[in-house]
């Protein structure tokens, strides 16, 4: 196999049988392999000084008047030059930082970037440039709610809990004058919203009358489930709204003049945390 530059860093090798050359490439070939595996240079922005030593590395400043960008070996009394290809890799010792080629500029891998402008605006990173984060924005309410940006506004962000309570209730068969059908003492603040809105009734049977259950509050009524003749669902009515503290009790009643016909009620009550 004739002789030929091997992929890579540029050693040379397979030398025809016989050939006397090969010591003085074999030689380069080490001088390669001892400068660029786990290349180290003095510098890469300081000119080459006039007195060097022998095994000095440098790499000649961007924008020298020769060999910009190349690896300086210095062997033997002389400087020996190598031209980077694209992705070689170098540590510097006096910027203290590993660096790169790019195939036109060596660059700094653990910064790599420019330095964001310093004008007080927040920057990222977006499409190879620097970018201003939430330019324009307004700040978020101070109300000592947690806020987060959503459709180009400002959002509460849910905090993962409940946000609503429902109490469910169910009385079998016909329902008997005045008849308590429901208690609860009320272990968390709730508010049911005026016109109940959120809350349903109905029953099994239907009723022959207009039958209408109370809701109280601590005893005093509050909003009604009132059935039209011959219908199944109820219609639900509250003034205003209604706030339940804790230990309050909310409770449902069947009407004095219970109907004739009306059976296995269900209500749901849903309130606001």
Same mark, same amino acid.
Request: hydrophobic share 40%; glycine share 12%.
């Given at each position: 196999?004739?002789? $030929?530059?091997?992929?890579?860093?540029?050693? +040379?090798?397979?030398?025809?049988?016989?050939? =006397?050359?090969?010591?003085?490439?074999?030689?380069?070939?080490?001088?390669?392999?001892?400068?660029?595996?786990?290349?180290?240079?003095?510098? $890469?922005?300081?000119?080459?000084?006039?007195?060097?030593? =022998?095994? =000095?590395?440098?790499?000649?400043?961007?924008? %020298?008047?020769?060999?910009?960008?190349?690896?300086?070996? $210095?062997? *033997?009394?002389?400087?020996?030059? !190598? #031209?980077?290809?694209?992705?070689?890799?170098?540590? !510097?010792?006096?910027? *203290?930082?590993?660096?790169?080629?790019?195939?036109?500029?060596?660059?700094?891998?653990?910064?790599?970037?420019?330095?964001?402008?310093?004008?007080?605006?927040?920057?990222? $990173?977006?499409?190879?440039?620097?970018?201003? #984060? &939430?330019?324009?924005?307004?700040?978020?309410?101070?109300?000592?709610?947690?806020?987060?940006?959503? =459709?180009?506004?400002?959002? &509460?962000?849910?905090?993962?809990?409940?946000?609503?309570?429902?109490?469910?209730?169910?009385?079998?068969?016909?329902?008997?004058? +005045?008849?308590?059908?429901?208690?609860?003492? %009320?272990?968390? %603040?709730?508010?049911?919203?005026?016109?109940?809105?959120?809350?349903?009734?109905?029953?099994?049977?239907?009723?022959?009358? +207009?039958?209408?259950?109370?809701?109280?509050? *601590?005893?005093?009524?509050?909003?009604? %489930?009132?059935?039209?003749?011959?219908?199944?669902?109820?219609?639900?009515?509250?003034?205003?709204? +209604?706030?339940?503290?804790?230990?309050?009790?909310?409770?449902?009643?069947?009407?004095?003049?219970?109907?004739?016909?009306? &059976?296995?009620?269900?209500?749901?009550?849903?309130?606001?945390?």
């Amino acid at each position: 196999m004739a002789q $030929r530059t091997l992929p890579g860093i540029g050693l +040379t090798g397979f030398w025809d049988l016989g050939y =006397d050359g090969w010591n003085t490439e074999n030689d380069a070939n080490l001088r390669l392999l001892s400068a660029l595996v786990q290349a180290r240079a003095i510098s $890469r922005t300081t000119a080459l000084p006039g007195s060097p030593t =022998d095994g =000095d590395i440098y790499i000649v400043p961007d924008g %020298a008047g020769s060999h910009p960008n190349e690896i300086a070996i $210095r062997d *033997n009394g002389a400087w020996v030059y !190598v #031209v980077p290809e694209e992705g070689f890799t170098a540590y !510097v010792e006096d910027d *203290n930082e590993n660096v790169q080629f790019d195939g036109t500029d060596w660059i700094g891998l653990a910064a790599g970037l420019s330095d964001a402008p310093s004008d007080g605006s927040t920057y990222g $990173r977006k499409d190879g440039a620097w970018e201003v #984060v &939430a330019a324009g924005l307004s700040d978020a309410p101070s109300d000592g709610t947690l806020y987060g940006r959503k =459709d180009g506004d400002w959002e &509460a962000v849910p905090d993962g809990g409940p946000t609503s309570i429902e109490l469910s209730l169910f009385a079998a068969g016909e329902l008997t004058a +005045t008849e308590l059908i429901f208690r609860h003492e %009320a272990t968390q %603040a709730f508010t049911i919203p005026a016109g109940m809105t959120g809350s349903r009734g109905s029953s099994a049977v239907a009723a022959t009358g +207009t039958p209408a259950l109370s809701i109280k509050k *601590n005893g005093a009524s509050v909003g009604t %489930a009132t059935w039209s003749a011959a219908g199944t669902t109820a219609t639900l009515a509250m003034a205003s709204s +209604t706030a339940f503290a804790i230990g309050d009790i909310l409770s449902v009643t069947a009407p004095a003049s219970p109907d004739a016909t009306l &059976a296995d009620v269900s209500l749901s009550i849903v309130g606001d945390l």
